[in-house]
């Protein structure tokens, strides 16, 4: 049986460990920063990339029970991979129960491990064997996808047209599908409000799209699945949020460049291709939106982005945008379209913005 | 003497009562005047002393309500002396007689510090008896017993029946009581309040009799009327036992007799002590040191401490022939140079008669004093407990994990020699780790159990750091811990804030005296706290190290898949060097 590479890796490591170990010393590990502070946002290539900065863990007395759990952690995944299963951030958390004094008393602490020992070996939870809880996103309209049935293992064609007023679920791993398409544009939606009614009147029929319902900042597995999408078939990626510093700097940056804290796996988890549809802060006085005032949270958010977030800091057309939304103090969330109409957002808001997608915000 | 109807009450022997309804007059804090004053000007009618009957004052006011004469000789009839037992109802808080409950501890206090000077100047060790036993709803029969060397016969009356009667209070060295009002002011309560005389019994060695005395004031003459006086059987060797019934409540706690007493015993490791308390009990504190205290000597006053007051009449008072001798034979620390360079400074003629000497030149007198270097006085006149002594004095009565004291160098306060004592105990039993500390303060012995805000060794207490010390402190409060403090001040003069003597005041110098000795302490504490969390981090890692290296054995053979064997070796070498590391 050919070794899987990741079994490798963590062999290699715990052999380093286990030498140093072995010869009085103390052994180390070297694990990247995960943080926004340790990203540079990459303008050729599309996403942050990491700036190399690692801190290490070096076994000493007030580390022995990290250490122990890392370890232990990657044995977990090794006997994962090796027996070709996959445990969820839950089940591994629950497995580490038989770890006596080296056992994790909350999840948020086996996550971080996980979190690290992915970043440790650069890799995806999901190579390692973990996978998380989360869901994907779904999906419906002008699209194709080529999966495999996992008993029979023959080739499946599901039709995203075929949901009706459900829809397709991507799944958590996404790199054995493929897609057919002819849609001319990707359409990632914030809430699950308004992907359903866009749904229920076939928006997707009349403007030949798909769309993709992101449920708040998009998953690993729905940001690859546009990615690869997206890609493959050469469509390009408009997204739809609420006109707030969330919606910007949260959900539509991660989908677009990735996240601070795992940007060793940005590089395939983003979708440098995406632009901003809506809703933007000149929208709010255009369309005359309902709005609310700004949070303290909101205003927080905001200034952190123009002082921390490399994406932010390298367009000026952001910053301009976010320092808009700042002196006018208020918000817009994508339903306060139905103002004019329950179907506003479909019979003029989207028709007009489509008009012109060079105008969209980078 | 005729006296006014006004008095008779408080001159004839009949009880009052001090607290009960009716006096409910707040008295100006005012300095105690000599027993022995006219009073000048209009007589405001003494303190209305409710009687029983309560009638005698109203007459009076309206005997008085006539047209008014201001003239010299209408102010004159006015004019009298104040009989003693006036001047005590007066003035009783000043006295420490303040409310029953006070009046139980002042009256314990009194005979105790008596009974102990008297035991360390013959030379014995204390061995004290003290009762208090209620008999009444408000009423208290107390007995000090001691094994002193009794009193000689013919003092007797004096001593328990004459106010402002004693040694000590023109004597400059170390002893507990200083204001000579002592135990005839407690008497003398007890007379006012019951009516019942002061019971004394004593005698002063196997071969002589006991004797037995009943003793009053005669609170007009102040002079002592001895109403019984009687051989009796009694088995003690050589030893005085006073009984006083008063009017008096008990009150457990903080600031009671019972509180006294065993601080009493703090500070005095050399006193045995057996104490009946008013439930009935016996309680005992043992004697812990067989030394008894060095002797204080009497000293005479230094130039640095004397005010013009004073100096005017000493000067006065003078048998000296001239201002050089004066000084010489006067102060401490002055020989024939001192005393001509102060004479000099002053620019006086060293011939001056110190009787002649006017109030300016009196005044040019202290000037020079000031600016003359003259050498610290004599410390002799102070008996310090001792620092193991007053660890040992402490350990008696407060169980605790660790203890420290100091017994710092004599320093001096305006020309007066004073040392300052200290000790601590920490981890104690029945403290919790956030109560505030518990703080004893002590002077000559005595434990200051009012007034605690007022003195200079809270202060100094405050404003020690005992944060460096490991313990927490919020600011301006005392120190957080399981912790007692204890202060002592020894001095031949204890700066009191007041008569009461409950209260030191601030002098730079005492302030100081009194840190560095909690300083000292306190470092003691810090080194053995830090020493304790040093063992407890070491503990904590050796823990640490075993429960978690197996794990890392285990995950190591689990990836390598190694032999048991192997996995041993790898917990085993790690145990090693994490615990030969320092690092934490």
Redesign the interface.
């Known amino acids: 049986m050919v070794k899987n590479p990741v079994v490798k890796k963590i062999k290699n490591q715990a052999r380093e460990v286990e030498t140093g170990i072995l010869g009085g010393k103390k052994p180390c590990l070297k694990f990247p920063v995960r943080s926004l502070a340790n990203v540079r946002y990459d303008p050729r290539r599309g996403h942050f990339a990491m700036k190399g900065g690692k801190k290490e863990r070096t076994l000493t007395v007030a580390t022995v029970k990290s250490f122990a759990q890392t370890l232990k952690m990657m044995a977990l995944s090794k006997e994962l991979v090796n027996q070709n299963d996959i445990a969820t951030k839950r089940e591994a958390y629950y497995v580490s129960k038989n770890w006596g004094a080296a056992r994790f008393r909350e999840q948020p602490e086996s996550d971080t491990v996980m979190d690290d020992v992915e970043a440790l070996f650069g890799v995806n939870r999901e190579q390692l064997g973990f996978v998380p809880e989360e869901k994907g996103g779904d999906v419906a309209g002008e699209l194709v996808v080529m999966d495999v049935d996992p008993s029979t293992g023959k080739k499946l064609r599901i039709d995203c047209t075929k949901f009706g007023s459900g829809a397709y679920s991507i799944p958590i791993s996404v790199e054995q599908l493929d897609f057919e398409t002819n849609a001319s544009f990707i359409l990632a939606i914030e809430t699950a409000g308004m992907f359903q009614r866009l749904v229920k009147h076939s928006y997707w029929k009349t403007a030949n799209c798909i769309l993709v319902s992101m449920g708040g900042v998009p998953t690993r597995a729905c940001r690859r699945f546009i990615r690869r999408l997206a890609d493959d078939k050469n469509v390009p990626v408009y997204v739809f949020v609420d006109g707030d510093p969330y919606g910007i700097t949260n959900i539509y940056r991660t989908l677009k460049v990735g996240s601070g804290n795992a940007a060793h796996l940005n590089e395939y988890f983003c979708v440098p291709q995406a632009s901003f549809l809506g809703i933007t802060p000149k929208d709010i006085t255009e369309y005359d939106l309902p709005t609310h005032p700004l949070k303290e949270v909101d205003k927080k958010r905001a200034q952190d982005a123009l002082k921390n977030d490399p994406f932010v800091k390298h367009y000026k057309q952001w910053q301009k945008a976010l320092q808009t939304m700042i002196n006018m103090g208020v918000r817009a969330e994508q339903q306060a379209l139905a103002k004019h109409g329950l179907n506003y957002v479909i019979d003029e808001y989207l028709p007009r913005k489509l008009e012109k997608p060079q105008l969209f915000l980078p | 003497m005729a006296k006014p109807k006004l008095y008779k009450n408080v001159v004839q022997e009949d009880t009052l009562d001090l607290f009960g309804g009716g006096t409910t007059e707040v008295e100006p804090a005012t300095v105690p005047k000599p027993a022995l004053e006219t009073i000048g000007k209009e007589a405001d009618p003494p303190v209305p002393p409710a009687t029983p009957k309560g009638n005698g004052n109203a007459k009076a006011r309206r005997g008085g309500s006539k047209p008014r004469k201001g003239s010299a000789e209408e102010q004159a009839k006015k004019q009298r002396e104040i009989s003693i037992s006036e001047f005590f109802t007066k003035n009783r808080h000043l006295l420490g007689f303040d409310n029953p409950i006070k009046s139980l501890l002042t009256t314990i206090k009194e005979a105790v510090d008596n009974s102990l000077d008297a035991c360390e100047e013959a030379g014995v060790l204390p061995s004290l008896r003290v009762e208090a036993h209620q008999t009444a709803e408000n009423r208290f029969k107390v007995i000090v017993q001691d094994n002193g060397p009794g009193i000689v016969r013919a003092q007797i009356p004096k001593i328990f029946g004459k106010l402002l009667y004693g040694s000590k209070f023109h004597n400059l060295k170390q002893s507990r009581g200083q204001q000579g009002i002592g135990i005839s002011a407690a008497g003398m309560y007890g007379q006012l309040t019951t009516g019942k005389p002061v019971r004394i019994i004593s005698r002063i060695g196997p071969r002589a009799q006991a004797h037995l005395y009943e003793v009053k004031i005669n609170t007009s003459k102040n002079e002592p009327i001895v109403s019984r006086d009687e051989i009796v059987d009694w088995d003690v060797d050589h030893g005085t036992r006073v009984e006083i019934n008063l009017e008096a409540s008990y009150k457990r706690g903080r600031r009671s007799i019972d509180d006294y007493l065993e601080l009493t015993a703090v500070a005095n490791p050399h006193l045995e002590l057996f104490y009946i308390e008013p439930g009935g009990d016996e309680i005992h504190y043992p004697r812990v040191s067989d030394e008894l205290p060095h002797e204080a000597k009497s000293i005479k006053p230094h130039p640095y401490g004397v005010e013009l007051g004073i100096l005017m009449s000493m000067l006065d008072k003078s048998k000296a022939r001239n201002i050089r001798s004066f000084l010489q034979d006067e102060f401490a620390r002055v020989g024939p140079g001192i005393a001509d360079s102060i004479i000099g400074n002053a620019m006086l003629k060293p011939t001056l008669r110190p009787k002649r000497a006017t109030r300016d030149q009196v005044e040019q007198l202290l000037k020079g004093i000031a600016e003359t270097k003259i050498m610290n006085p004599p410390t002799n006149c102070l008996s310090p407990i001792g620092a193991d002594e007053l660890e040992a004095g402490l350990a008696k009565v407060v169980d605790a994990e660790f203890y420290t004291s100091i017994s710092r160098k004599p320093s001096v306060y305006r020309g007066n020699p004073f040392l300052v004592e200290a000790a601590l105990a920490w981890n104690v039993q029945g403290q919790k780790a956030d109560d505030l500390a518990v703080l004893h303060r002590f002077a000559n012995r005595v434990p200051l159990q009012y007034q605690q805000g007022a003195c200079a060794i809270s202060k100094s207490v405050i404003n020690t750091a005992w944060k460096n010390y490991g313990l927490s402190q919020s600011r301006g409060a005392l120190p957080a811990g399981s912790l007692v403090i204890v202060v002592h001040i020894a001095s031949a003069w204890v700066p009191f804030t007041s008569e009461s003597k409950e209260a030191v005041a601030s002098y730079p110098e005492v302030l100081k005296q009194i840190k560095l000795a909690l300083q000292d302490c306190g470092r003691q504490l810090g080194i053995y706290i830090r020493k304790g969390k040093r063992l407890a981090e070491a503990r904590k890692?050796a823990d640490?190290?075993k429960?978690?290296?197996?794990?890392?054995g285990?995950?190591?053979r689990?990836?390598?898949e190694?032999s048991e064997g192997k996995e041993k070796?790898?917990i085993e070498?790690?145990t090693?060097?994490?615990e030969r590391?320092r690092?934490?």
């Open positions: 890692k640490y190290i429960s978690y290296i197996p794990y890392i285990e995950a190591l689990e990836i390598l190694l070796e790898i070498t790690l090693d060097t994490l590391s690092k934490f």
